[in-house]
């Protein structure tokens, strides 16, 4: 039986942590580059298969939650605004976690997430490799379809199909 790595193994430890400290130490294990952007803020580099993802954390402490939000360097251009919204849309429908949605301020792509954690507000190293893997995959997954639209003049419904095939074929 082949062993498998787990987060506790790479964080070298299994005691949950408050947010942010329990991410910095998962990107630190990951060799990712971070930044404290603030005391509730982090900010990593993260390699994908497509391009580099700049993932952001935000801890809201008064809510009990973890934002997320992971951002594959795209922006909507004014002249595909209709087919990007189109296909967020159609991909939103498709997730069971977290959305893709476009910030207004300078029409950037980005995945969101939020996560409730309980009234001690700890994460756990479990958790935080769970939330960060989910994030990647969905960018992963679903960054070939804004290419599509953008540099192959696809609607949207033919880049979702195209992006799928595409992905299923490089298992």
């Known amino acids: 039986m082949e062993y498998m790595r787990t987060?506790?193994?790479e964080l070298g430890r299994n005691d949950d942590a408050a947010p942010v400290e329990m991410l910095a130490a998962?990107?630190?294990?990951?060799?990712?580059?971070?930044?404290?952007?603030g005391e509730d803020e982090i900010s990593a580099e993260i390699a994908g298969s497509w391009t580099t993802y700049q993932f952001q954390a935000i801890w809201r402490r008064e809510d009990h939650v973890l934002q997320l939000l992971c951002l594959p360097d795209l922006r909507m251009p004014d002249n595909?605004?209709?087919?990007?919204?189109?296909?967020l849309a159609?991909?939103?429908?498709?997730l069971w976690l977290?959305?893709?949605?476009?910030?207004?301020n300078?029409?950037?792509l980005?995945?969101?997430h939020g996560l409730m954690l309980g009234d001690d507000g700890l994460l756990s190293p479990g958790q935080a490799q769970?939330?960060?893997?989910?994030a990647l995959e969905e960018c992963d997954r679903f960054y070939p379809v804004f290419q599509f639209i953008l540099w192959g003049d696809k609607t949207p419904a033919e880049a979702l199909a195209a992006a799928m095939v595409d992905a299923a074929g490089e298992a």
């Open 130 to 134: 769970c939330i960060v893997e989910a």
């Open 26 to 37: 998962l990107f630190e294990a990951r060799g990712w580059p971070f930044e404290y952007l």
């Open 90 to 94: 159609l991909i939103n429908e498709q």
């Open 106 to 108: 300078g029409s950037v």
């Open 110 to 112: 980005l995945f969101r």
């Open 80 to 87: 595909k605004k209709a087919q990007f919204y189109e296909a």
């Open 98 to 104: 977290g959305h893709f949605d476009v910030w207004s």
């Open 7 to 9: 987060a506790e193994d």
